[in-house]
C-alpha cells in the first residue's frame, strides 16, 4: 500500500507524510491497517486517484477536506496539510487552507 500511495503522489507531483496511529504501532511493532496521511496539497486529490489505481472505496469529507480509501484491508485516511484552530466547547475544527506557496518553501 505504502508503494502505492507513493507512486500517486509521484505522479501528482505531491509529497505526503504518514502519522499518527501507524507510526506509533510500527515502533511498537504491533500489526495496523489504519493508516493517515498528510498531503502537501490535496488529499482528496490523492485518495480519489489511488482509489482508481486499485478500485477501492473511496469516502470523501468536503467540509473537513478529507477523504477515507478502503482497499486491500487497509482504511487509508488521506488529509490536506493545514492549520485547524477549535472553539472551547467544540470537537469540531475550523479549517484554514495548509497550501505552502512555492515561494515560502
Sequence with gaps: MFRRISETADELGLECYVVGGYVRDYYLRRPSTDIDIVVVGSGIEVAEALGREVRGKVSVFKTFGTAMLRADGYEVEFVGA????????????HVEDGTIEDDQR
Design 82 to 93: 493545514r492549520k485547524e484552530s477549535y472553539s472551547p466547547d467544540s470537537r469540531k475544527p
